[in-house]
């Protein structure tokens, strides 16, 4: 049987890590000073204390100041969003991100508001959300910007090809489709309610998963030839690795998938490291936008 091309997500995460790396020092030598991201973690989500430590080290990694916010989970809202307010207003932090999910006595939505769009990171502002929808330069959510540059590394134009998004959340699925609608795709965005999700996905020449369920997108309803692209991250339980045991997979059958597709990303390895480095480089490019020093990447 065929077996498709495998995108390899960590290789081009390190390549643009690498280049990203190669501009902040740029950025530094002509400025001054190097380009800095503050991050927020409100609270003790073990996932999300992993995912801001690991942010924190590639910031350090790639040359940059690293700004680390860790707030006890009983912080009002009031002082968060005083932190923000402080963090708008420092000249040394070119991007602030909000680590989510937040405890639930903050409006999350309001603390997204406060973030000055300039240095929205994350691409969450309404504002920034805005100007990717009109198409006005903006800073755009970390993973589907992640995607699309792993879309492209395998097929370059896009345009007039059959792209399906299943997921509409406004940080991967709403974003993603945008994004392939920029590229002149014809874009269907599928949903929870979305009749015959099978013959949907059969459409697509690409295929992007952002769902949450562990392998819902079976080999049968990936197109011969498509690119997919498998956003999520589960946790299953793997008994054969040993008792109590779990591993990583996708929303998509990723053995039957591989059969099919063209070209496909791994979970791990594929979409997951793309997103950090992705946020390394809006924080770059809000470094650039806001002082106007001029780098190469
Ligand atoms: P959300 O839960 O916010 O959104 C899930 C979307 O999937 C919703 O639009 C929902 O539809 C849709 N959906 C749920 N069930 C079905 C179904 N049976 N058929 C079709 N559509 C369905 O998730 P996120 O967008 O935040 O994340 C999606 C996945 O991506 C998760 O596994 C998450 O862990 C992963 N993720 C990975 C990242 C990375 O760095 N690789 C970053 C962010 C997320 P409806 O709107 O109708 O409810």
Not at 132 to 153: H, N, R
Not at 250 to 269: L, S
Request: glycine share 10%.
């Amino acid at each position: 049987l065929p077996t498709s091309r495998i995108i390899d997500g960590k290789a081009f995460a390190e390549g643009l890590r690498r280049r990203v790396a190669e501009a902040a020092a740029d950025f530094l030598s002509r400025s001054g000073r190097a380009p800095g991201l503050a991050v927020v973690l409100a609270g003790e989500d073990p996932a999300s204390s992993v995912y801001v430590r690991n942010k924190a080290q590639q910031t350090v990694e790639a040359g940059m100041a690293s700004f680390e916010h860790r707030l006890p989970a009983e912080t009002g809202e009031a002082e968060l969003l005083a932190l923000v307010a402080r963090l708008n207003a420092d000249d040394a932090v070119d991007g602030i991100l909000v680590q989510l999910p937040l405890p639930a006595h903050i409006d999350a939505q309001k603390v997204i508001e406060a973030i000055d769009p300039a240095k929205d990171v994350d691409g969450f502002h309404p504002e920034n959300a805005g100007r990717l929808m009109t198409g006005l330069p903006a800073l755009v959510p970390c993973t589907p910007l992640g995607c699309l540059m792993l879309i492209k590394s395998v097929q370059p134009a896009l345009a007039g090809l059959e792209a399906v998004v299943v997921g509409r959340s406004n940080i991967v699925g709403k974003p993603m489709a945008q994004l392939l609608l920029s590229e002149s795709c014809t874009v269907t965005v599928a949903h929870s309610k979305t009749r015959d999700l099978p013959a949907v996905c059969r459409r697509a020449d690409i295929l992007v998963a952002a769902v949450g369920r562990p392998q819902m997108v079976r080999g049968d309803w990936v197109k011969p030839g498509a690119i997919v692209i498998d956003v999520g991250i589960n946790r299953i339980p793997a008994p054969e690795r040993g008792e109590g045991k779990t591993r990583l997979v996708g929303d998509v059958a990723y053995d039957e998938a591989a059969q099919r597709a063209g070209a496909i990303t791994p979970v791990p390895g594929g979409v997951g490291p793309m997103t950090i480095a992705c946020l390394l480089r809006n924080t770059l490019a809000a470094a650039v936008a806001r002082t106007g020093v001029v780098v190469d990447v």
